[in-house]
T-cell receptor, first 111, second 118 residues
Framework: AQKITQTQPGMFVQEKEAVTLDCTYDTSDPSYGLFWYKQPSSGEMIFLIYQGSYDQQNATEGRYSLNFQKARKSANLVISASQLGDSAMYFCAMTGNQFYFGTGTSLTVIP | GAVVSQHPSWVICKSGTSVKIECRSLDFQATTMFWYRQFPKKSLMLMATSNEGSKATYEQGVEKDKFLINHASLTLSTLTVTSAHPEDSSFYIC??????????????FGPGTRLTVL
């Protein structure tokens, strides 16, 4: 069964606008972690943000914030003030017996 | 943060030859290393998990005799693609985790190796 679902294969956003990338997950484990990674065309996986299942507040890292809705099992990534350099693939991942990755969302920032 | 390196970053080889890819944790002890394969525009597919000093655990459908994994020390794991064929061409990424990172079960990723088999 798929653990992580990213329903947006591709997204476009105007430069300086905010964008939300969707991620839903499925687990029965009360303790888990959720990660977002950025993968530019160079291929490296760049860690963006982490949310623990017991964290009371939504995680924020600079222009990145995670909209964590535990009851809905969603962990959407919000990028504020998009920049051209934000164009990349974005992967949501969850800890468990292994790292479960979503299928990714390709974000293109339009000047 | 923890740093993981991979070498080489890209390699081109002839069909039938073997290729070794190294994954090193530079500033922490990696008790567990993971090897992923990624096709263009696709997600990462876990190939195997290796714990230092023991045999790797391969995911279903991954040929252990074709993809040899060795995790001989706490800072180095190697993936050897034996008798490579064009269908083995892909982007291979390693990641590592260690006891100090257990709180978040976080994995730190290497920069990847792009393998092209002619």
């Amino acid at each position: 069964a798929q653990k992580i679902t990213q329903t947006q294969p591709g997204m476009f956003v105007q430069e300086k606008e905010a964008v939300t990338l969707d991620c839903t997950y499925d687990t029965s484990d009360p303790s888990y972690g959720l990660f977002w990674y950025k993968q530019p065309s160079s291929g490296e996986m760049i860690f963006l943000i982490y949310q623990g299942s017991y964290d009371q507040q939504n995680a924020t890292e600079g222009r990145y914030s995670l909209n964590f809705q535990k009851a809905r099992k969603s962990a959407n990534l919000v990028i504020s003030a998009s920049q051209l350099g934000d164009s990349a693939m974005y992967f949501c991942a969850m800890t468990g017996n292994q790292f479960y990755f979503g299928t990714g969302t390709s974000l293109t920032v339009i000047p | 943060g923890a740093v993981v390196s991979q070498h080489p970053s890209w390699v081109i080889c002839k069909s039938g030859t073997s290729v070794k890819i190294e994954c090193r944790s530079l500033d922490f002890q990696a008790t567990t290393m993971f090897w992923y394969r990624q096709f263009p525009k696709k997600s990462l597919m876990l190939m195997a998990t290796s714990n230092e000093g023991s045999k790797a655990t391969y995911e279903q459908g991954v040929e252990k005799d074709k993809f040899l994994i060795n995790h001989a020390s706490l800072t180095l794991s190697t993936l050897t693609v034996t008798s490579a064929h064009p269908e083995d061409s892909s982007f291979y990424i390693c990641s590592a985790s260690g006891p100090g990172l257990a709180l978040r079960h976080e994995q730190f990723f290497g920069p990847g190796t792009r393998l092209t088999v002619l």
